[in-house]
């Protein structure tokens, strides 16, 4: 997942929580913490 796309997942969280379905704070942050870490392994193996 590039940069673009991985925007494009955090606009989606934003629209979510705009039309109220949000999840808790912890749950969110464990998952876009586990995205980042992803992303980050990605790139040193390229």
Same mark, same amino acid.
């Given at each position: 997942? *590039?940069?673009?796309? +991985?925007? *494009?997942?955090?606009? !989606? *969280?934003? !629209?979510? +929580? %705009?039309?109220? @379905? =949000?999840? %808790?704070?912890?749950?969110? =942050?464990?998952?876009?913490?586990?995205?980042? %870490?992803?992303? @980050?392994?990605?790139?040193? *193996?390229?």
């Amino acid at each position: 997942m *590039g940069r673009e796309q +991985l925007r *494009g997942e955090i606009q !989606k *969280g934003v !629209k979510q +929580l %705009d039309a109220g @379905e =949000f999840y %808790d704070e912890e749950t969110v =942050f464990n998952e876009i913490n586990a995205e980042i %870490d992803r992303v @980050e392994a990605e790139q040193q *193996g390229s």
